[in-house]
């Protein structure tokens, strides 16, 4: 996790960051901020602009925005509301057990005794019910990230049950894919190559008149479905 020390200043967390660790937009994250920001539920961000390196040596700026930690706190919060709301029931819930809570009373009394145990076992039995009930999809869903291979953008979008145009156009606007200027050819951005997201391939294809033509095909991998499965739409059901 980057993490921005700016000289002896305090430390940050980029808008980037946050986007990745709930799983949404980017774009979005910064939204979210900017709205706290006028409502003076936040201060207002550091804003940094950035380079973005393609695969080709070509750059791009980018506006990021860099919070201090309460300020990441509260914006996290936003995003991911049943997340938080999970978090404080969870913690009343571990303090009102510690203020009752009387081991030897417990220790004295069989019947007692019987009911926590017999707590316990209700709590087993239904977790093992539900891991067997998950076992079907985390196995397709481990199939698919490990697979080999990738797909297109028409098979990958045939995969997660959106139109083709609509995947371009998301993976366009998200900075997972662009194209050179006077190019009909969608390439990937080397931070999703990196990351393991994308790949090309190189092909190479017989002109009528004997010559030949390389092309260069952008494809998304087992792993880069998955991550797109939840970005763009977690309900979809994966191919495995």
């Not at 201090?68 to 914006?75: A, M, W, Y």
């Not at 990738?150 to 098979?155: A, D, F, I, P, W």
């Not at 156009?169 to 662009?178: F, R």
């Not at 970005?231 to 059901?237: D, E, F, G, K, S």
């Amino acid at each position: 996790m980057q993490v921005m020390i700016p000289g002896q200043g305090p430390i940050t967390m980029s808008s980037r960051e946050i986007a990745d660790l709930v799983e949404k937009r980017h774009d979005n994250v910064k939204r979210t901020i900017d709205t706290l920001a006028e409502r003076g539920v936040i201060e207002f961000p550091q804003i940094e602009e950035v380079q973005i390196e393609t695969s080709h040596g070509r750059k791009h700026g980018m506006q990021v925005y860099h919070l201090k930690k309460r300020d990441t706190l509260v914006v996290v919060a936003q995003l991911s509301p049943e997340f938080t709301a999970r978090v404080v029931d969870r913690w009343q819930q571990l303090e009102a057990e510690r203020e009752t809570f009387d081991p030897s009373k417990i220790l004295e009394s069989p019947a007692a005794m019987r009911g926590l145990l017999l707590t316990y076992t209700e709590k087993v039995i239904a977790l093992e019910a539900k891991v067997e009930d998950m076992s079907e999809d985390v196995a397709a869903h481990e199939r698919l990230t490990k697979a080999d291979g990738s797909l297109n953008v028409t098979e990958a979008a045939k995969n997660l049950g959106i139109r083709p145009k609509d995947l371009f156009d998301w993976l366009s606007h998200n900075g997972w894919i662009y194209k050179r200027a006077n190019s009909p050819t969608w390439l990937g951005f080397q931070t999703k190559c990196n990351q393991g997201l994308l790949e090309h391939k190189t092909t190479t294809v017989l002109r009528a008149d004997g010559s030949e033509k390389i092309t260069e095909q952008v494809r998304i991998t087992a792993k880069g479905l998955s991550v797109l499965a939840k970005l763009i739409h977690p309900t979809a059901r994966l191919i495995a």
